[in-house]
DNA sequence: TCCCAAAACGTAATAACATAACATTTTAAA
DNA sequence: TTTAAAATGTTATGTTATTACGTTTTGGGA
């Protein structure tokens, strides 16, 4: 028995209700392009650069695709906080605790190239005491960590 | 009287005699290009691209600039400590503190472009604190605060 | 002083990352 | 069902950074 290639990455019910409610929340559309973009992510379990999402995406769907077309993709993702932009190593990963917004902050493995999200309630208050005291309106903010991570200490 | 046009930024002695130490320290040598392209970063008062460095140094000195030329001086600046490298909006600018190496902590300010160099004990000591919780051996990290200045709130 | 290896620099080409400009299609709401 | 906004498609181009390789400068040891 034959099967027709998969259309898409495979997401995960759960995944794939949370995109649908945060894009609800912000009023935005989820296309099945742009759920494509996010499984992709989702299927790789590291950030991955823009063109590796575009040599992965037409791989997968057997077609050229425009850096243009996955640049507004990711910035939708971003947008409604699906996914965050790793900016010391220009590129991207989907959010691991998407049902609410929040601050990019990282833990950067350089040797096995993971991602691990902060969760850290002090660090925010203390980033936005820190902007209030110099008398700074703090809109976004970035926080990447390098360096290795359990496993890899290890090695 | 006529002037030979000026080969150079002017480098206060201060800010020459602490390149000196750093570079020292580090041993590495402070050739005049480096100390040329040092000169032109503080000369600006904010954080330049490496093409608009470029294009500044070219016009001072009235000859052509490779990429790579300012590349190789960038990479020598930030590994002496004297210049931080803005990851969010990849540009370049002075250490405000060069007397001693540090972490890359910055408020952005999206309207003027001013880049506030954050001193802040407790900050390191969060950021270090959390990736001892998770196992992972930190070797460097940056912190990006984007919003608006003191002047820029205001307008 | 001269030799030599390492560091710095020069030149050209190209790779990697991102956006501009403009036409067309899809969508959801009036 | 019309229609305006959103999303997408296509092409070109702008911006950032590195590779490959050859030459020059530098500083320390024979």
Redesign the interface.
């Known amino acids: 028995m034959t099967r027709t290639p998969t259309a898409a990455a495979p997401l995960p019910a759960h995944q794939r209700k949370i995109a649908e409610q945060r894009c609800a929340e912000a009023s935005e559309r989820l296309t099945p392009a742009r759920l494509g973009a996010y499984a992709e992510l989702l299927a790789s379990n590291r950030p991955v650069s823009a063109y590796e999402l575009i040599a992965l995406l037409e791989r997968r769907q057997q077609k050229k695709i425009a850096p243009l077309t996955v640049y507004r993709h990711l910035d939708f993702l971003i947008r409604v906080g699906l996914v965050h932009r790793i900016?010391?190593t220009q590129s991207y990963v989907p959010c691991d605790h998407p049902e609410h917004s929040h601050e990019s902050q990282y833990?950067l493995?350089?040797s096995c190239g993971h991602a691990?999200e902060?969760e850290?309630g002090?660090?925010g208050s203390?980033?936005n005491e820190?902007?209030h005291q110099?008398?700074?309106?703090?809109?976004?903010?970035?926080?990447?960590?390098?360096?290795?991570?359990?496993s890899c200490?290890t090695d």
């Open positions: 900016e010391s833990l493995c350089s691990a902060i850290s002090p660090l203390l980033l820190i902007a110099q008398g700074f309106r703090a809109e976004s903010s970035v926080v990447e960590i390098q360096g290795l991570c359990r200490k």
